[in-house]
């Protein structure tokens, strides 16, 4: 399982029927090549870029919670709708299917 990264564990609200998630396993591969794709998007940009990475490092002290880091996400990555589109690989499909993906409330900005 080396190479496999695990989404983070949101569960939907309980309905009729999950539906489970159809998408392939992220990989560590398509972390680089996110990452690869806001150094070069976000280049103009240092202090955009280095929120993006403190908005995740959060995540991950447990100090904020899946929706805040989509709402913070959103507004980091406004006018970079591939960049929106790549974040959304990486939220769990539980969140998605409760809430929509990150670039759902921002693509008539886009």
Known sequence: M???MRRARVEAP???SRVPDPRPEVTLQDAARFVTALKRD???E????????????????????????????KVLLSGHPGLIHAFNQFLPWGYIRAQGSAGAAVGSND
């Open 46 to 73: 240092p202090g955009r870029y280095e929120e993006v990475f403190a908005v995740m490092r959060q995540f991950r002290d447990g100090s904020l919670e899946t929706e805040g880091v989509v709402d913070r996400i």
């Open 2 to 4: 080396a190479g496999r």
């Open 14 to 16: 309980m309905t009729a």
């Open 42 to 44: 976000l280049a103009g």
